[in-house]
């Protein structure tokens, strides 16, 4: 029997059983975990970065990684059954199914949200969009950076945050309250990186003009007014950027060279990953990357080769590239990359299951997505929650928390592979509102979010 904690309530309901049914006394078990910092929130895994992959738009679960068969299904998708995975889309994900060893997917996530703009939100900060709130609350990213601060290195010069190909709807979230320091550093792959790398001969003109624009603008980028702080932010950004540029390394990290980039897909989302991975392997200070690749919102003609097969073909390709690479990649004490990263791939929601609709395409379904979870800890091969025949409901959850998982389980999930206490807070917020990293009472109707330890099994 799932404990009272796990029942799902609103704000208004948890109001009044506890003023009706209960006794402050009786419902102090459901808050006083959450009450204090630390408590009974233990690490697991073993990650030091992640690399979070968006599918923007709602990767379709039933013509993917939870395959639904039926006469709607394309010929040409190569229909195979697969040990221990079930149907499987050969024709779309052929390099996935090579290395079905290296990574475990869950079929029973779910989402409060079915509107793109919200779906990202929550999925980049953990938390569901409030207006009034959402420009004080910072992404999951800068929440990591803001943790890892007191661990950066000497030597580390990149942005603990950094964001590839994120545009449309709520685009890349920031820091929220937090430090500039901490906000995202973004990356355009479609344009030209190589500004990001300076040639050696030209740093120090570069140090020089950097001098020269402190000397005009240096006592407003100090000055603890609290009306300077956009100062003060623009100086952290502008430090940022600096550090980058003036690091020897950058220049490898961000050169993508001509066989890697035909190996990853030769367009921009594989660049994207290539730059991915230079990061993690550089191990130089960024150690969570937001990695968007859009396009996959298919209301209509959903099988044309542009949309579907495409999009499908770039993750296949630069998926299962930067899993092969990090695994390759070995520490001095003889460790992979990819042990201590953690991989995350997952669309703000799924598409409509079944038929396709009268434009041949799949709308937008919160009921029922999948995600794909490697590295960090994470044990690989497995296939945690089932699907009904039609991908339409959750028939097995595939876990303790005995229902969906949200995205709160999620975020909660990255924190503690990384060794991150999800139960903190902070009081210090511009509204006066505590930031909880895991939100105790959501807006909607869950209440207890939970690790997926069985993940880390």
Not at 74 to 88: M, N
Not at 232 to 258: C, K, L, Q, W
Request: charged letters at 25%; glycine letters at 10%.
């Amino acid at each position: 029997m799932a404990k009272f904690e796990d029942h799902f309530l609103t704000r208004r309901e948890v109001l009044r059983i506890g003023s009706v049914a209960m006794t402050g006394y009786h419902f102090l078990p459901l808050v006083q975990p959450r009450a204090k910092a630390g408590e009974g929130a233990s690490p697991i895994g073993k990650a030091r970065f992640c690399i979070f992959v968006m599918l923007e738009g709602g990767q379709s679960h039933v013509d993917s990684w939870d395959f639904k068969e039926g006469p709607w299904t394309p010929p040409d998708f190569g229909v195979q059954t697969l040990p221990g995975i079930g149907k499987w889309p050969m024709g779309l994900y052929p390099e996935l199914a090579k290395r079905r060893d290296k990574f475990s997917l869950l079929r029973s996530m779910s989402t409060w949200e079915s509107q793109h703009g919200r779906g990202q939100y929550y999925m980049q900060t953990g938390h569901q969009h409030n207006p009034a709130l959402s420009p004080e609350l910072p992404a999951v990213g800068s929440v990591v950076a803001y943790e890892y601060a007191s661990r950066r290195k000497d030597s580390d010069s990149l942005p603990p945050f950094v964001g590839f190909n994120t545009f449309p709807q709520v685009g890349l979230v920031g820091s929220g309250f937090l430090p500039a320091t901490y906000t995202p550093f973004h990356v355009n792959t479609s344009s030209d990186i190589s500004s990001l790398a300076p040639r050696k001969e030209d740093l120090p003109s570069f140090q020089r003009r950097w001098e020269l624009l402190k000397s005009f603008d240096g006592h407003s980028r100090m000055d603890p007014k609290p009306e300077k702080k956009a100062y003060r932010d623009f100086h952290n950004h502008y430090e940022g950027a600096v550090e980058i540029m003036s690091d020897p390394r950058s220049a490898d990290i961000f050169t993508i060279r001509e066989d890697e980039k035909a190996r990853y897909g030769g367009n921009p989302v594989g660049d994207s990953f290539v730059l991915a991975r230079n990061l993690v392997v550089a191990d130089a200070g960024t150690h969570f990357i937001f990695l968007t690749h859009e396009d996959w919102d298919h209301h209509g003609s959903i099988y044309k080769r542009e949309n579907f097969y495409k999009r499908s073909y770039e993750l296949d390709t630069a998926l299962s590239q930067l899993l092969d690479d990090l695994g390759a990649a070995k520490r001095e004490d003889g460790t992979s990359v990819l042990d201590e990263t953690l991989v995350v791939c997952v669309g703000e929601f799924g598409r409509t299951p079944g038929e396709l609709t009268n434009i041949a395409g799949r709308d937008h379904y919160q009921y029922a997505f999948t995600g794909l979870f490697a590295g960090g800890g994470v044990v690989p091969g497995q296939i945690l929650g089932t699907t009904n025949e039609s991908g339409s409901e959750i028939t097995d959850f595939g876990w303790s928390g005995n229902r969906a998982v949200y995205p709160e389980d999620l975020v909660t999930t990255v924190y503690a592979a990384m060794g991150i206490d999800w139960t903190k807070s902070i009081e210090e917020t511009p509204s006066g509102r505590v930031y909880h990293y895991i939100e105790i009472f959501s807006p909607t109707r869950m209440l207890a979010n939970r690790v997926i330890r069985e993940l880390f099994a």
